[in-house]
């Protein structure tokens, strides 16, 4: 038995009422709930106990508790939105997931990178404007530069975010992408600001190991500035084609 348009809409509110914010989770979920409560409507269910089934198939409680109207004790009476932590756990689930899978993409990116002719042209430019403007500047003055292009580059991905609040924080593949894209921050802090703590007062850090950290870290930055963009666009086409 197919659903009508007016309980593949329920079906939706519910997941909004039970606190499903991320429209691609969401989308997830009501098309298996969908097929779901189809089953058990071909077998002789009705909707509503099609609903309470899958419900507390999702780890989800059906039972809320009210104050009688004698105020004695409480009544109980099934409910679809009494509780939603299966729901909680399927999203936390799903955004390790997502990360574990973005990490994949990263690793699979950095390959490429070193194998691409553009990529590595860039790369070396970068690397041989860094070794010719230290001769020109002082160490701490390399020291400041270093740092903020690195900063820039680790929180471009937040920056374009500012651009598509809407897309980043309504999506979970989005956000969980934007989390992975930062996470280089914590490598400037501990590979810039770390290390000093061994060295003695008004000693800089060495060009050379300056040189080494930015080696490191400018193709990681690079690449997951990249893939923050290629799966805001898509993830943004997908969404313009459901609404």
């Not at 509110?13 to 039970?18: A, E, F, R, T």
């Not at 409560?37 to 009210?66: P, W, Y």
């Not at 756990?89 to 690793?107: A, C, P, V």
């Not at 990178?113 to 390399?142: D, G, H, P, Q, W």
């Amino acid at each position: 038995m197919k659903l009508t348009k007016e309980q593949i809409e329920f079906i939706d509110d519910y997941l909004i009422k039970n606190k499903v914010k991320y429209w691609d989770v969401r989308m997830e979920l009501l098309d298996h709930i969908s097929n779901e409560v189809e089953a058990l409507m071909k077998v002789g269910s009705s909707f509503t106990n099609a609903m309470q089934t899958v419900h507390v198939k999702f780890g989800n409680d059906l039972t809320i508790k009210r104050l009688n109207k004698e105020n004695t004790g409480w009544d109980t009476f099934p409910s679809l939105y009494a509780d939603s932590s299966g729901y909680k756990e399927f999203i936390e689930e799903k955004r390790q997931g997502l990360t574990k899978g973005f990490g994949k993409l990263q690793r699979k990116a950095l390959r490429l990178f070193f194998t691409n002719a553009k990529s590595l042209i860039l790369y070396a430019c970068v690397l041989i404007v860094f070794l010719y403007t230290k001769e020109f500047f002082a160490v701490k003055t390399m020291h400041k530069t270093l740092l903020l292009l690195l900063m820039v580059m680790a929180l471009t991905p937040s920056l374009v975010s500012l651009f598509n609040l809407k897309n980043t924080f309504k999506s979970l593949t989005i956000n969980t992408a934007l989390l992975s894209s930062i996470s280089g921050v914590s490598f400037v802090n501990g590979l810039l600001f770390a290390p000093k703590i061994f060295l003695e007062e008004g000693e800089q850090l060495s060009p050379i190991y300056m040189f080494i950290v930015l080696a490191l870290l400018f193709p990681f930055f690079y690449i997951s500035i990249q893939l923050f963009v290629k799966q805001l666009k898509k993830y943004k086409s997908i969404y313009k084609r459901l609404v």
